[in-house]
């Protein structure tokens, strides 16, 4: 990373053509790899967002050798065999260097030869258009009973991203394929997320919701009322489509085998859309919707009717909340629905696996001590978190975007606003673009809570700094 030279370029390509050299070409190659990008220059002020540690660089910047290495690294991949072309593809996919020609030529292998599936797929999940030809290979895999959870998980990702009318049944295949696999926490809820998240569930709701009523047992109807519950909490997806899935869930509640599909699944997911419903079903009159009721209940951490009689948030005067949820002893696991429930979730992550939506919480109690720590989410405006500036842009197309930078890298600006709503912004669109002094995280967002439910947010959020050290 310290050769950025253009006579270092230079003897690496020649060695590539050199026959002596056979034996350590793959060491040249991947010293061009890694030689494409350079670490960005630092402009003497802070950075516009926390840097990216996925490596090599923590802000990727092209510089004067990287188109030179690109037609190089495009040239070996023209004329290798089908192995090495595999292998170089993966070590550009793990610089991080795109290419339309190694995306094709790694789909046209694994098309001919299903050994080169994982790595098409690996591709093929980390890019946001996917090729038209790579669905059918997708699906696939998808489909394929016996492929890793990696695999399947990563098939999911991509799949997410097209609009084939076949890829939502292929997710819902994977998604009960992987969970059921052993061991595997973290493509299962790398593979849940993109499932829960992707704009196809929106696009083919109507799909999604006849799923969701048809044959109860199949695992694949599980997955479709999982896609309904996210869909139905869902931000911007326009009301008329979260009307016709609530609508649908609606619908379904007055079956009761549907009833105890829907609370077992929003238990397995810890979705709390409907956690009013489940708690009025504790006392139903069929056992089976109790049961289920009540285990969701436990899960979920909704209280039974009149179990928690401690003030809401709202009703106290700041100082007397903050004395208040200072010595209550709360619930870590409420904590943890709480988090959820106030929407914390869509703004802020607490694993270094997720992807990174906004200020990482999972160390917070760190720098904030429980005071403190209350007085952030009571009265966001007080400080700022150190590069979560609120940033006013104002484009050359007459829009204004209000918002927090999640990724500056390029030309290209992330920023999520209010609603939590991602913008991808050319730098060269914009006009003028300012900080403002007041945080992008809303006001009141605990004021429905009780002082119970809120201790324990702050408990849940103490306790993950602690599972840090
Ligand atoms: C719409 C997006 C959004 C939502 C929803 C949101 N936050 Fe935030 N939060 C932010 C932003 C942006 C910042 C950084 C600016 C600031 O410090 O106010 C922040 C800052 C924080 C901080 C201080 C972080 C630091 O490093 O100083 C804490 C703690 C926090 N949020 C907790 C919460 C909790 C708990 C919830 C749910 C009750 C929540 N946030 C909901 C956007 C959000």
Known sequence: MRMHESDVVEGLISRLQDPGKISIKPHLLSALCRLYHQEAEWKGDSWGTRPDT???????????????????????LASAGPEQAALLISEMNRNRIQSNEALERIIDLATEDASHVGAAVSQLAAIDDIPAKAVPLLIKAAKNPLASPAVLSQSIAGLARTR??????????????????????KEQAAGRSAFLGSALLVDQHEQLEKLAAEDLKSPAAKWANAGLL??????????????????????????????????????????????????????????????????????LRIPAPGEDNTSKIGDLTPEKALEQVASFKGDIALGEAVFLRAACA????????????????????????????????????????????????????????????????????????????????EKR????RRTLETSIMPEGLMAG???????????????LSSDDE
């Open 429 to 432: 669109d914009i006009q003028e």
């Open 230 to 299: 996210a869909l139905a909490g869902r931000k911007n997806i326009g009301p008329e489509i979260t009307t016709h899935v609530r609508k649908a869930i609606d619908l379904g509640w007055q079956e009761a085998d549907r009833r105890v599909l829907l609370m077992n699944t929003a238990a397995l997911l810890r979705n709390h859309y409907l956690d009013a419903r489940i708690q009025a079903s504790m006392n139903d009159f069929d056992p089976d919707i109790a049961d289920a009721a009540k285990s969701a209940a436990r899960r």
């Open 346 to 425: 869509t703004c802020h992550t607490v694993s270094q696996d997720q992807k990174q939506k906004g200020p990482y919480l999972g160390n917070i109690a760190n720098t904030y001590r429980r005071n403190d720590l209350a007085l952030s989410i009571l009265d966001p405006n007080k400080t700022i978190a150190q590069g979560f500036a609120t940033n006013f842009l104002h484009l050359k197309d007459g829009r204004e975007l209000t918002g927090f930078v999640v990724n500056e890298a390029g030309d290209q600006v992330v920023l999520r606003d209010i609603l939590a709503q991602e913008h991808n912004i």
């Open 54 to 76: 996925r490596g090599p660089y923590y802000q990727l910047d092209t510089w004067g050798q990287s188109e030179r290495i690109l037609e190089a690294l495009k040239q070996e």
């Open 449 to 463: 809570f009780s002082v119970k439910e809120m201790a324990s947010l702050l408990d849940y959020l103490e306790n």
């Open 164 to 185: 084939h009318s076949s890829a939502l049944n292929a997710m819902l295949t994977a998604m009960s394929t992987l969970q059921n696999a052993e061991g595997s926490d």
